[in-house]
């Protein structure tokens, strides 16, 4: 079975279900979740994406993000896409919610209602290869050079997310 996203309006009342690539190709707003994770060094520990993802291939990212499946929770979403990716649970919070639109160069459109969780957790992750390329822990003021140095290198999002909340 293809994996689904929930529709949604802009006060993320759902209003349908749909194929995630078949959202994504019609740029419908479809509900998700991004996670970041930091150490006792105020650190946020960053994924590197797979290189075969069907769209931001290998660019750098939060701790994780994903969309809830029909009737799982935002937290509860957060909370197996933490453990699916990065291969450890910890305590999520929810700081705040914003939608955001971006079209890829592959015809894809991102247009999501997305919730942003935080964490904490000193240990390095245990990697799913199969949606992680690498991870690392970085201070925000050397990650926030680093994007003015080198935008291309991040996802549109995690950027967003990033200039918003922290």
Known sequence: MQEQVILVNEQDE???LMDKMEAHEKGLLHRAFSVFIFN???????QQRALHK???AGLWTNTCCSHPREGETNLAAAQRRLKEEMGFETELNLLDSFIYKAKFD????EHEFDYI??????NNPRINADEVAAF??????SL???IAKHPEQYTVWFKIALERFF
Do not use: C
């Open 14 to 16: 759902q209003i349908g």
């Open 144 to 146: 926030k050079l680093d």
């Open 40 to 46: 006792a060094q105020d650190e946020l520990l960053l």
């Open 54 to 56: 069907y769209h931001s």
């Open 106 to 109: 592959n015809s894809l459109t």
């Open 136 to 141: 690392k822990w970085v201070d925000l003021d």
């Open 117 to 122: 969780f935080t964490g904490r957790y000193e």
